[in-house]
């Protein structure tokens, strides 16, 4: 029943290595994003696809790298973690573009914890 | 660009108070507003929008939202708040010109019921 998931919930892991978060969502939705929100809760966006299509792609690290096999999951990968990622990491979809009305309405996974020691 | 402003880190109220959550905005063109609130360790939840039509636009439980384009503003409002409303709520801000459903979001206000 769960609308948008998200694996791992949690993400423990040591500066230098490379990690992959899941996401996936069963509501028939054209686009999804990825945001970073940090310890004092400031939400940012950092990419978006929209049919497996990047359509946004804001100011990131190429360190982080997103991929949509298909438009029902959207994966972010990390290489060489840095202390600065430790944040909890949200996915998002929405109905699409066809309609601007509707486009906006932002479905949120749980989060992932991702801590960088 | 589009951007929001919410001026209140914290709002605290009473239980069985009105309250209010306050937000500003600057866009290009007619504004498309949203409110989400975030319960603790969850994502954030859709609450409501404005996109045309009334100023006054009803959302989920019970809260609802006044735009005011003289003023930019897009308050969050309940007349009775409850303790189960403490919560961190977020005011979002698009606009048609904005490429691929992106919207800002806010840094958020912390709202806290007492009993």
Same mark, same amino acid.
């Given at each position: 029943?769960t609308?948008?998931?998200?694996?791992?919930?949690y993400?423990?892991?040591?500066?230098? !290595?490379?990690? @992959?978060?899941?996401?996936?969502? !069963?509501?028939g939705?054209?686009?999804?994003?990825?945001?970073? /929100?940090d &310890?004092?809760?400031?939400?940012?966006?950092?990419? &978006?696809?929209n049919?497996?299509e990047l359509i946004?792609?804001?100011?990131?690290?190429?360190?982080? &790298?997103?991929?949509s096999?298909?438009?029902?999951?959207? !994966?972010l990968?990390?290489? @060489?973690l840095?202390?600065?990622d430790?944040a909890?990491?949200?996915?998002a &979809?929405?109905p699409?573009?066809a309609?601007?009305?509707?486009?906006?309405? /932002?479905?949120?996974?749980?989060g992932?914890?991702?801590?960088?020691? | 660009? $589009?951007?929001?402003? $919410?001026?209140?880190?914290?709002?605290?109220?009473?239980? +069985?108070?009105?309250?209010?959550?306050?937000?500003?905005?600057s =866009?290009? +063109?007619?504004?498309?507003?949203?409110?989400? =609130?975030? *319960?603790?360790?969850?994502?954030?939840?859709?609450?409501l929008?404005?996109?045309? +039509?009334?100023?006054? =636009?009803?959302?989920?439980? +019970?809260?609802?939202?006044?735009?005011?384009k003289?003023?930019?503003s897009?308050?969050?409002?309940?007349?009775?708040?409850?303790?189960?409303?403490?919560?961190?709520?977020?005011?979002?801000?698009?606009d048609? *010109?904005?490429?691929?459903?992106?919207i800002?979001?806010?840094?958020?206000?912390?709202?806290?019921?007492?009993?």
């Amino acid at each position: 029943d769960t609308a948008v998931s998200q694996t791992p919930k949690y993400l423990v892991t040591q500066m230098g !290595n490379d990690k @992959s978060i899941k996401c996936e969502q !069963n509501l028939g939705h054209d686009t999804m994003y990825w945001y970073k /929100q940090d &310890s004092k809760k400031f939400l940012k966006i950092m990419f &978006s696809y929209n049919n497996k299509e990047l359509i946004i792609n804001e100011t990131v690290p190429n360190r982080f &790298s997103p991929k949509s096999p298909d438009k029902a999951h959207l !994966n972010l990968h990390i290489n @060489s973690l840095e202390l600065g990622d430790s944040a909890v990491y949200f996915c998002a &979809s929405s109905p699409g573009l066809a309609n601007p009305a509707f486009s906006y309405e /932002q479905y949120f996974g749980p989060g992932t914890r991702l801590t960088v020691t | 660009a $589009q951007s929001v402003a $919410q001026p209140e880190d914290q709002v605290n109220v009473a239980e +069985g108070n009105p309250l209010t959550v306050k937000c500003t905005y600057s =866009v290009s +063109g007619n504004p498309y507003l949203f409110w989400y =609130v975030q *319960y603790p360790n969850r994502g954030l939840q859709f609450l409501l929008k404005y996109i045309t +039509g009334d100023n006054l =636009v009803k959302g989920s439980y +019970g809260f609802e939202a006044e735009f005011n384009k003289s003023q930019t503003s897009f308050h969050l409002k309940k007349p009775s708040a409850l303790v189960s409303d403490s919560a961190l709520y977020f005011c979002a801000v698009s606009d048609l *010109y904005s490429s691929a459903s992106k919207i800002i979001f806010g840094s958020g206000t912390r709202l806290s019921i007492r009993p």
